[in-house]
């Protein structure tokens, strides 16, 4: 069964950082890409970051709302996937989604996700 | 960005309906389109991908159609729990992006 469990979410200061981490088992995890996608209080989502295969040489895609201090990146030995997040603000209060990028027909998208975890920026 | 706007926002109907959601995008996204259901304090769970091929264990009761910029996401025979929101998200192109979600309700 493909599992995918999120963590290091919490409370933390305008201004501050945070890490999260998600755990994937039941799949070959280093041949797929994998995506953040968020959801704020009572929103809709909103996809965050991307990082591709090895083969792709691990490059990455973020929205316009969190380049620059946001962070992807994998560990393939570790089957997992973290998310450094910096220069957090309050905009950024979510939970936030690991997700399974599956493809078809040369195109990408997330078919499998966790359960989320939360993150709160305020003071 | 490709904005893609659904519609209605929000759905009233009753078990048994029929339903079908819309999802326009802002330009061409050829077939590259996915529906998500999501239920309240759960993840998102992928229904429809290529904008009309079934998941895997998703029941046929759900169907996708369209092409281009104008796609659909049809529900037969609503149970309770069909009662959802349902989101729409294009993966032809960065940023992926999302629709706003359309919340089905039980009359």
């Known amino acids: 069964e493909v599992q995918l469990v999120e963590s290091g979410g919490g409370l933390v200061q305008p201004g501050g950082s945070l890490r999260l981490s998600c755990a994937a088992s039941?799949?070959?995890?280093?041949?797929?890409?994998m995506d953040w996608v968020r959801q704020a209080p009572g929103k809709g989502l909103e996809w965050v970051a991307r990082?591709?295969?090895?083969?792709?040489?691990?490059?990455?895609e973020y929205a316009a709302s969190v380049k620059g201090r946001f962070t992807i990146s994998r560990d393939d030995s570790k089957n997992s996937l973290n998310l450094q997040m910096n220069s957090l603000k309050g905009e950024d209060t979510a939970v936030y989604f690991c997700?399974?990028?599956?493809?078809?027909?040369?195109?990408?998208?997330?078919?499998?996700w966790g359960k989320g975890t939360t993150v709160i920026v305020s003071s | 960005d490709i904005q893609m706007t659904q519609s209605p926002s929000s759905l009233s109907a009753s078990v048994g309906d029929r339903v079908t959601i819309t999802c326009r995008a802002s330009?061409?996204?050829?077939?590259?389109l996915v529906w998500f259901q999501q239920k309240p304090g759960k993840a998102p769970k992928c229904l429809i991908y290529?904008?009309?091929s079934l998941q895997s264990g998703v029941p046929s009761k759900f169907s996708g159609s369209g092409s281009g910029t104008d796609f659909s996401l049809t529900i037969s025979s609503l149970q309770p729990e069909d009662f959802a929101t349902y989101y729409c998200?294009?993966?032809?192109?960065?940023?992926?992006?999302f629709g706003q979600g359309t919340r089905l309700e039980i009359k």
């Open positions: 990082v591709r295969k090895k083969v792709n040489s691990y490059t990455t």
């Open positions: 330009q061409g996204i050829s077939n590259y």
């Open positions: 997700a399974r990028v599956a493809v078809l027909g040369g195109k990408y998208y997330t078919d499998v």
């Open positions: 290529g904008a009309s």
């Open positions: 998200q294009q993966y032809n192109s960065y940023p992926i992006t």
């Open positions: 039941g799949f070959i995890f280093s041949d797929h890409y």
